[in-house]
């Protein structure tokens, strides 16, 4: 167990429908990382925040946003959601050191 | 721009061989760090090692040994003696800079299956 949890676990949902995956990093981690797993694509990180500041962007279409609350948490969005969205992401925090992953959440897009 | 290749897709061996995974990256920066993950078929990340840019001594962990080469710009991961319990998908990470802050670029990963 890293420490890093998710939630939920598999969400499944419509095109063009909104949603939300939520991510507690491990206790005094302040950076969150999120990245996501697709078949096609492979593991690419989307976006990063340190102690609620955005730190870093990477292939995180318009989309999808994020957000890290003053307690650390962070969520990401995915709106208009389509087929292609469909991938394991994960949530990943950071003590200046390694990078520890949460279990993942699971989006199937129908 | 950084980059990672794991040229192998799929390995399959028999329990009990040796097999080594590949992985060449590629950065501009001096200072780096090189990670190791697997991802069992339960679908989590587990950390297997971080090395630095600076550190180029082989490491053995157990049946798990690391030959990273700068000179050729590989760091290698090798298992002794394979078990069942080592199949998953391997993937080779690179993260720039000297910040433990920095973000993980990762290779396509290979997949390993030991068959008993």
């Known amino acids: 167990d890293s420490g890093v949890t998710q939630t939920p676990k598999h969400l499944i949902t419509a095109t063009g429908q909104r949603v939300t995956l939520r991510c507690s990093p491990r206790?005094?981690?302040?950076?969150v990382y999120w990245y996501q797993q697709s078949l096609d694509q492979g593991l690419q990180f989307l976006i990063q925040?340190?102690?609620?500041?955005?730190?870093a962007k990477g292939n995180i279409l318009e989309r999808f946003s994020a957000q890290q609350f003053p307690d650390l948490h962070s969520e990401l969005n995915l709106s208009s959601l389509e087929l292609g969205d469909s991938a394991l992401y994960f949530c990943?925090?950071?003590?200046?050191?390694?990078?520890?992953f949460g279990p993942g959440t699971r989006l199937t897009v129908l | 721009a950084q980059k990672v290749t794991q040229a192998q897709t799929e390995i399959s061996v028999v329990e009990k061989e040796d097999v080594t995974l590949d992985c060449v990256y590629e950065?501009?920066?001096?200072?780096?760090?090189l990670f190791w993950y697997k991802q069992p078929p339960s679908g989590e990340l587990v950390f297997l090692i971080r090395?630095?840019?600076?550190?180029?001594q082989n490491e053995i962990s157990g049946r798990y040994s690391w030959n990273f080469q700068k000179s050729t710009s590989s760091f290698n991961f090798t298992i002794t003696a394979s078990q069942v319990v080592d199949s998953a998908v391997y993937f080779c990470?690179?993260?720039?800079?000297?910040?433990?802050?920095?973000?993980?670029?990762f290779g396509k990963g290979t997949m390993l299956l030991v068959s008993p």
């Open positions: 990943a925090s950071s003590d200046n050191n390694e990078q520890f």
């Open positions: 206790s005094g981690d302040l950076s």
């Open positions: 925040y340190y102690n609620g500041e955005e730190r």
């Open positions: 950065t501009r920066d001096t200072t780096y760090y």
């Open positions: 090395r630095n840019s600076f550190d180029e």
């Open positions: 990470a690179l993260s720039e800079g000297d910040s433990g802050y920095s973000t993980l670029t």
